[in-house]
């Protein structure tokens, strides 16, 4: 079964930088597209952005776009997003999901498994 651990979340002001992580294990990491979603207080999750299979295409939702930066290490099982000038809109639980031989959807209905979260604050 596959296991995903998110890590990296923390309070930081506006402006800063965070990267969080996501471990995966219990099956082979190349075989499944990667993608990252979060959800702010009192709304509904929402896309983030997601890389392929290979790391070799990714997308963005706008409201990231140029900021955010999502990478993989197949080596290492582990997908990142490396997150610039944070803004308080960026506030959320932030989640890893994994989706087998899939697209780099935007529809969280596509990912076959998620994990737990991890919380980011961006004070202002």
């Known amino acids: 079964q596959v296991q995903l651990v998110e890590s990296g979340g923390g309070l930081v002001q506006a402006g800063g930088s965070l990267r969080l992580s996501c471990a995966f294990s219990?099956?082979?990491?190349?075989?499944?597209?990667m993608g990252w979603f979060r959800r702010p207080p009192g709304k509904e999750r929402e896309f983030v952005a997601a890389?392929?299979?290979?790391?070799?295409?990714?997308r963005y939702a706008d409201s990231v776009q140029g900021r955010f930066t999502i990478s993989r290490d197949n080596a290492k099982n582990t997908v990142y997003l490396q997150m610039n000038s944070l803004k308080p809109e960026d506030t959320a639980v932030h989640y890893c999901?994994?989706?087998?031989?899939?697209?780099?959807?935007?529809?969280?209905?596509?990912?076959?498994?998620w994990g737990q979260g991890t919380q980011v604050t961006v004070s202002s």
């Open positions: 219990g099956r082979i990491f190349g075989n499944y597209v």
């Open positions: 890389i392929s299979r290979s790391g070799t295409s990714s």
């Open positions: 999901a994994a989706d087998y031989m899939g697209a780099t959807s935007l529809a969280s209905s596509s990912y076959d498994y």
